[in-house]
């Protein structure tokens, strides 16, 4: 008779006979057969819900960008030279090129837009750009992030040609409820770009017109336009003095 164990007396652990044993072990492993397939439908599901919301975000961005740029080109003689500063994701900047013959740089404090326009990053202060090299300059809510107003409006004037014009949106904390939308606006950018400064639209008023502009048109804007940030906007479209 060989000296090898025979069967019967080997370790039933050598053959997995031991887990049979172990009545949880036996739970878990048919737990584990019977839940993966619904583990992996439900990260699926969310991994699906998660891009789907980022599509629809990044619609809605493109949107909103669109119809903004069709507002700006009413006011704008067609290829005008534009500045479009703090133009974050570039997506106005691209859509007034196309639909309006503009030729936009875009500038931020970013290090890239997302757009395939043409972009300079810049320090949030000083703009990257010759005196006079252009017929208009974009702010799309963005004077309430500049820390001194009165010399970011001494940039734009400087930039624009005499007569050039500047084409400003900005909210307006109007009401309570503005006020309370502004300030977890503020909230929320103040660690990125330092605390912002709303104004109601008199308190614009005078200070373009103490930088140097003259204001040529202003309209109220839906608070809806956003359902994200429902705050009351104005259009202002300024021309920049002789």
């Known amino acids: 008779?060989?000296?090898?164990?025979?069967?019967?007396?080997?370790?039933?652990?050598?053959?997995?006979?031991?887990?049979?044993?172990?009545?949880?072990?036996?739970?878990?492993?048919?737990?584990q057969v019977l839940m993966n397939p619904l583990v992996y439908a439900v990260e699926g599901?969310?991994?699906g819900v998660q891009r789907r919301w980022r599509?629809?975000?990044r619609r809605r961005l493109v949107g909103?960008?669109?119809?903004?740029?069709?507002e700006i080109a009413r006011v704008l003689p067609r290829g005008s030279r534009v500045l479009d500063v703090g133009c974050g994701s570039g997506y106005i900047a691209h859509h007034l090129a196309g639909v309006h013959g503009a030729r936009?740089?875009?500038?931020?404090?970013?290090?890239?837009?997302?757009?395939?326009?043409?972009?300079?990053?810049?320090?949030g202060a000083s703009f990257p750009a010759e005196?006079?090299?252009?017929?208009?300059?974009?702010?799309?809510?963005?004077?309430?992030?500049?820390q001194d107003q009165s010399a970011f409006l001494g940039e734009v004037r400087r930039v624009l040609q005499t007569g050039g014009l500047a084409v400003v949106y900005e909210d307006v904390p109007a009401t309570g409820w503005d006020r309370a939308v502004c300030a977890a606006h503020d909230r929320s950018w103040r660690a990125r770009t330092g605390p912002c400064r709303f104004r109601r639209e008199p308190e614009w008023r005078a200070l373009f017109e103490s930088a140097g502009f003259e204001v040529v048109s202003e309209r109220t804007l839906s608070r809806w336009r956003n359902f994200a940030h429902p705050v009351r906007r104005t259009l202002f479209v300024l021309r920049a003095a002789g």
């Open 45 to 47: 599901f969310a991994g």
């Open 64 to 70: 909103r960008s669109y119809d903004m740029a069709l």
């Open 131 to 146: 005196a006079g090299a252009f017929d208009a300059v974009l702010l799309c809510y963005v004077l309430h992030h500049a």
């Open 1 to 31: 008779m060989s000296e090898a164990s025979s069967y019967p007396n080997r370790d039933a652990r050598a053959y997995g006979l031991a887990d049979w044993l172990r009545p949880e072990r036996v739970l878990l492993a048919y737990a």
């Open 55 to 57: 599509r629809e975000r």
């Open 104 to 123: 936009v740089t875009g500038i931020d404090v970013r290090r890239h837009a997302d757009a395939p326009i043409d972009y300079v990053s810049f320090d």
